[in-house]
């Protein structure tokens, strides 16, 4: 194969085009939020039930429940965990909580825990309670003490901090609130909110995980969408995501029943988003409800103004001025005067799905309208299918979804090239490789399901991502009848703004979907295949696309050439057959310069990174010698990214 390649860019790439598809999906609490301790508010929970005591066992005979306190810690967190000591008890005796399938404990780290407790009956009781972390034998590997008295009958918080002595590898340890049994004889005492953070990215409080976090900025994404997919939108109406019950300190949160089949605590909630996105230097894609749950109610038409006040209160928390807009006010008491970045907002998720077609209409119309001539700076994403059924108003942008096969993503990188050019963006909010079979998708792994990325998959998202970029070419001769919309760098001259691999993030104990992106366990991060493809592409997303010769669209050998300021090229080769292939690049540019490096991610098709072979495949870099005339042998299943510079 020869590609001729063009001596001229042709316009910008878009600096929005590589970024991250977020929601809790296994993901959130016992995952990226840095919060250890599950159920640690006995949220949403019926008091009395087993499942109210969700990861929480008794310790030496404690005799343990879940209550309705008569005494609510908060509106928010009615429920208490009741602890009575038992009579005649020795040795420490109380409650233990073991995380999200293991609590990882690191001596390098400073561990801050706190709880809420109340006696509900004054008592002469005044003793220490011990709090620690300890090995499934009992070990106390950190621990600290803190003063309890009998004379506290209203809520009141104590933090301590734990330094481990040890690290041990294994992570089913525990987290114990204990007391003397003997001094401690026969007292009850209600608890709440508890809560264990190890050190948080960037320090933040109430942050991230670090691992994790650190594993999410190292693919440098440009934006963050938030905070569904399927958990914005709920079962039913009253357990849709509302940003307001997402704020502010974590005894207003009420948490919620999510999508994914367990309780979220919206610890994680919008203004810990928006600071993850300022950390990490991406901008948010926003979601507003848009009055579709998932169990298939829709909001009447007579009904949605007030869903839609939300969303526009929602908005005016991340840009509103403070001085006009009592959401940005409360923004700004958290401590963000300023507005936060925010450019994009999609209303609702996938208004495809069963019968919200059918609502879509008025939905959208109610939506789009008010928000628009709200903030008419901002851009609206529908998430129905394209224009079906037609919305008034003409939707600005889409956000597009597809789950398909290797084979099928090698094939269709020129989804993009057939698209109606009427000034519409286009947003790839969510796409894998999930399934080697296409007569069930969707199946389970017995049925062709792919449990993490393989080689094979990453490189047929490999294929269909050089399409993302090179689409940028079709769509140059038409700019220019496209209305400019205000605040919209359309200079751009790209009809996909951006795309994001869905799911980002799993649990390895706990997933409700596979493949994801990145995988991990209560002490490890796991980065996949197409972890590393997607990383490859942001790192070396240049800023100038270069046309060159199209690949053939059912071939196995596809490309992309862009520009970085100038006087470097970076060439995207993907070979999806099982055999290498070579491709020569014709190169016009003057200086080529006598070596470059090529990034290759290769392996066997089957080859995925897992917790049993976590770094089975990764990138490896080796030199190259570009010329005018530069053959190039790809290997089989592969991304190449070759670099070199020109002047
Ligand atoms: O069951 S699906 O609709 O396929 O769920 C998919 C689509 C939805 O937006 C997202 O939450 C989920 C997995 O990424």
Redesign the pocket.
């Known amino acids: 194969t020869t590609v001729t390649v063009s001596a001229t860019a042709s316009h910008p790439i878009p600096t929005t085009l590589w970024g991250q598809m977020f ?1 809790d ?1 296994s993901s959130g609490d016992g995952g990226l939020y840095g919060e250890l301790l599950q159920n640690r508010a006995f949220q949403q929970v019926t008091p009395g039930t087993s499942a109210a005591l969700n990861a929480w066992s008794a310790v030496n005979r404690a005799s343990i429940s879940v209550v309705a306190d008569s005494t609510p810690l908060s509106n928010a967190l009615p429920n208490a965990l009741r602890v009575q000591i038992p009579s005649g008890t020795t040795g420490q005796s109380g409650v233990a909580n073991s995380g999200f399938f293991g609590i990882r404990v690191n001596s390098a780290w400073t561990y801050t825990a706190s709880f809420f407790y109340r006696f509900p009956t004054a008592s002469s009781f005044r003793g220490n309670a011990q709090v620690s972390l300890q090995a499934s034998n009992g070990q106390v590997l950190g621990s600290a003490t803190v003063a309890l008295s009998g004379a506290q009958t209203s809520w009141t918080q104590v933090t301590v901090k734990i330094t481990p002595t040890s690290s041990p590898s294994a992570t089913n340890n525990l987290f114990v609130v204990s007391l003397d049994g003997a001094a401690a004889s026969g007292q009850t005492i209600n608890f709440g909110l508890f809560s264990l953070f190890p050190p948080t990215f960037k320090d933040r409080a109430n942050g991230m995980r670090m691992d994790i976090a650190e594993a999410l900025a190292e693919m440098q994404p440009s934006f963050f969408r938030f905070p ?4 914005l939108e709920g079962q039913t109406t009253a357990t849709r995501w509302q940003w307001n019950n997402t704020v502010g300190p974590l005894t207003s949160r009420p948490g919620r029943v999510g999508d994914w089949g367990y309780i979220n605590t919206d610890g994680l909630g919008l203004f810990e988003y928006l600071l993850w996105c300022e950390d990490v230097g991406m901008q948010p894609i926003m979601a507003v409800w848009d009055g579709f749950a998932l169990g298939g109610t829709s909001v009447a038409e007579a009904a949605i103004s007030p869903f839609v006040q939300q969303a526009i209160d929602q908005i005016n928390f991340v840009i509103g001025d403070p001085t006009k807009s009592a959401p940005a006010a409360l923004r700004s008491s958290l401590g963000h005067p300023a507005p936060f970045t925010l450019n994009h907002v999609e209303i609702g ?2 208004d495809f ?1 069963g019968n919200s077609p059918s609502t879509v209409g008025y939905r959208w119309n109610h939506f789009a309208t008010t928000l628009r001539s709200t903030f008419p700076q901002l851009r609206f994403l529908a998430t129905s299918d394209l224009n079906s059924p037609v919305l008034s108003p003409q939707p600005q942008e889409w956000d597009l ?1 597809v ?1 398909q096969t290797p084979t099928w993503f090698a094939q269709n990188s020129f989804m993009y090239d057939g698209m109606a050019r009427d000034g519409t963006l286009y947003f790839e909010g ?1 796409y894998a490789a999930i399934s080697t079979n296409p007569n069930d998708i ?1 199946g389970s792994p017995a049925d062709g399901r792919l449990t993490f990325p393989t080689v094979q998959s990453s490189v047929g998202e490999a294929a269909f991502m050089t399409g993302l970029e090179r689409k940028l070419l079709v769509v140059l001769v038409v700019i220019i009848c496209i209305p400019i919309h205000p605040g919209h760098h359309i200079g751009n001259s790209d009809i996909v703004f951006a795309a994001s691999y ?2 980002l993030l799993n649990h390895v104990s706990n997933s409700q ?1 596979t493949p994801n992106l990145v995988s991990f366990d209560s002490a490890n991060v796991y980065r996949s295949t197409s972890f590393y493809v997607q990383k490859l592409f942001s790192l070396n997303r240049g800023d100038q696309y270069i046309p060159s010769t199209l690949p053939s669209q059912t071939g196995t050998l596809f490309w992309s050439v862009v520009s970085k300021q100038t006087n470097t090229i970076i060439i995207k080769v993907v070979n999806v057959a099982t055999s290498a292939q070579t491709v020569t690049f014709r190169l016009p540019f003057s200086g080529i310069a006598s070596t470059g490096t090529a990034q290759v991610l290769t392996g066997a098709a089957t080859a995925s990174n897992s917790p049993t072979t976590p770094n089975a495949v990764s990138p490896v870099t080796s030199s190259i010698e570009p010329a005018s005339t530069f053959p190039y042998n790809a290997p089989a299943n592969s991304l190449s990214v070759l670099t070199f510079g020109i002047n």
Not at 228 to 231: F, L, Q, S
């Open positions: 929601e999906i569904g997919g399927n958990n998720n996938e799905i979804h789950y969510e969707f869905a799911p979907w």
